[in-house]
Each structure stands twice: as structure tokens, then as C-alpha cells.
């Protein structure tokens, strides 16, 4: 069983940034994706980014490219999404998945799911 563990929400003004971490235990295969999703209130859960466990291919949904990036430190077990230039649209719930990525920008691609973390990006 996987488990994932975010951390580094909060609240921030307009253009500013954060970091999430994704910390993963448990069992690990190299062809498992990590990807970031988000939730807004009265919206469906949207992708943001992905990585893959083993190599270094990415991928963002459009909106954030250019402002977000995802990294791994496999040392760690530990997923990052570095987020820049924060807009108030970025506003929402972040989770943390973990799957075969089939397909990797959709929900139904993750078998595994953090908790969550509140982004806020105040104006």
C-alpha cells in the first residue's frame, strides 16, 4: 500500500509562490507516475503536473506551464511542485496521486491519494 503525505499549502498573496511536497512510503515501482491535481470548490479535480518514478519526463496541464515545476527527489521518496507567479485561479485543494498515469493528465489514472493541502492565493 502507498501512502502519500502533502504538506506546504497556505495562503499567499497574488504572484507569489510555494512549494508542496508529496512524501511517498510503502512500495515503489519505477513505472509509476506521481502527478499533482486540484480541486476548487463547485469545479471537478483538474491535473497540474506529473512525474515519473524513475527518469525525469514531465508534464503540466497549460494553464500552469512556465510557472509551476515538478521534481522528484528519489532519496527522499519525495515529490515537489514548485509554484510561481500564483494567480487567485490557483486557488484550491491540491492533492498528491500516485499511479500507472493510464492516462496520466486524468483522476481515473491514480490508484493512490494524499489528503490534500489548501492553496490560497489572495488578491
Known amino acids: 500500500q502507498v501512502q502519500l503525505v502533502e504538506s506546504g499549502g497556505g495562503l499567499v498573496q497574488v504572484g507569489g509562490s510555494l512549494r508542496l511536497a508529496c512524501a511517498a512510503s510503502g512500495p515503489t515501482f519505477s513505472n509509476y507516475y506521481t502527478g499533482w491535481f486540484r480541486q476548487a470548490p463547485g469545479k471537478e479535480r483538474e491535473f497540474v503536473a506529473a512525474i515519473r518514478w524513475s527518469g525525469s519526463s514531465t508534464y503540466y496541464a497549460e494553464s500552469v506551464k512556465g510557472r509551476f515545476a515538478i521534481s522528484r527527489d528519489a532519496a527522499k521518496n519525495t515529490v515537489y511542485l514548485q509554484m510561481n507567479s500564483l494567480k487567485p485561479e490557483d486557488t484550491a485543494v491540491y492533492y498528491c496521486?500516485?499511479?500507472?498515469?493510464?492516462?496520466?493528465?486524468?483522476?481515473?489514472?491514480?490508484?493512490?491519494w494524499g489528503q490534500g493541502t489548501q492553496v490560497t492565493v489572495s488578491s
Open positions: 496521486a500516485a499511479g500507472y498515469g493510464l492516462p496520466i493528465t486524468s483522476w481515473t489514472g491514480y490508484k493512490y
